[in-house]
């Protein structure tokens, strides 16, 4: 049995404060944003009240789908290493960016120079798609995080980097684990045109050709369940998990994080999905429990 835990979207608080200089191009609307409405919804209590629960699970391997920062100030790189080794060693713990990481157009320096230990592949090599095997999982990490002009928070996978997750999962296939794809934007998704992944078709059409048996996501901060067509009728779930820091009965779902326990065999895994999230009264508590049926080769 070997237990994954996933947490997303913990978008550090409180902001550390800017410099004027630094509040330049999207980071000002985003500023805006944050002091509105974005510092009444991520509370760091709740995201530490959250992590004590999943480290009491023991997981094995901990995926963070991204936006640890906010506006991509400097200072949330530094803070967001610091809260990522807070979770575990590096080896077991793995990252993909989102599109609050990757804000401004400098910002993907700063999540290379800082997050790179829980991005590097089995060689040490940081780049997308990674590659990490742990355990009977395949861990596949991929950054859809672009900088985007102002009110925008749409995705891209782009056409190099889809064509390097085709190979690794068309590789995978003769080394029988169970594949997990990390994304940070949801491949499928009802919200607004201005979040979406501008290239999910592309990424539909790869997993549909390639297979894959999970896919993992943040983004849209609720909780999320879809099944995406895989090879030969085969259907792959894709499971959204919210924002690990949100304030419950806001706009959208209070604060939760998903364990996969997967045991059995290529060809026979079995995959229950256990959701952790914190109620009206503040306390984490089990939200749901289900077996997942994932494909069959
Ligand atoms: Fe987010």
Same mark, same amino acid.
């Given at each position: ?130 590659? @990490?095997?742990? *355990? =009977? ?5 991929? #950054?859809? +995080? /672009? $900088?985007? !002009? ?76 879809? @099944?995406?067509? *895989? =090879? ?5 779930? #894709?499971? +959204? /998990? $919210?924002? !690990? ?53």
């Amino acid at each position: 049995m070997f237990t994954l835990a996933h947490l997303s979207d913990p978008h550090l608080a409180p902001l550390p404060k800017p410099r004027w200089s630094e509040l330049i191009g999207k980071r000002i609307t985003g500023y805006i944003n944050w002091q509105r409405k974005r510092r009444f919804i991520h509370d760091p209590a709740v995201l530490g009240q959250l992590v004590a629960d999943m480290k009491a699970q023991a997981p094995d391997h901990i995926a963070v789908t991204g936006d640890i920062a906010n506006i991509a100030l400097p200072a949330e790189f530094r803070r967001g290493r610091d809260w990522l080794e807070s979770l575990g060693s590096a080896r077991d713990v793995s990252f993909v960016p989102g599109n609050h990481d990757v804000y401004v157009r400098d910002a993907a320096a700063y999540v290379t120079r800082q997050w790179q230990a829980q991005m590097a592949d089995d060689d040490g090599i940081a780049g997308f798609p990674f590659l @990490r095997r742990r *355990g =009977p999982l395949a861990l596949i990490g991929l #950054s859809s +995080g /672009v $900088p985007t !002009a102002p009110f925008l928070a749409t995705g891209l996978l782009g056409s190099k980097q889809l064509a390097g997750l085709a190979a690794v999962l068309n590789h995978l296939k003769s080394e029988n684990l169970f594949r997990v794809v990390m994304i940070h934007h949801p491949p499928v998704s009802v919200a607004a045109g201005h979040k979406l992944l501008l290239d999910a078709k592309v990424l539909l059409r790869v997993i549909a050709e390639h297979g894959a048996d999970l896919v993992i996501h943040g983004h849209d901060h609720i909780h999320m369940l879809t @099944r995406l067509n *895989g =090879p030969n009728g085969s259907r792959v779930p #894709s499971v +959204g /998990v $919210p924002s !690990a820091s949100a304030v419950p009965g806001k706009d959208k779902d209070g604060a939760a994080y998903h364990l996969y326990r997967i045991d059995g065999s290529p060809g026979a895994w079995r995959c229950e999905l256990v959701s952790r999230g914190i109620d009206a009264n503040g306390a984490v508590v089990e939200q749901k429990r289900m077996m997942l049926s994932v494909p069959s080769p």
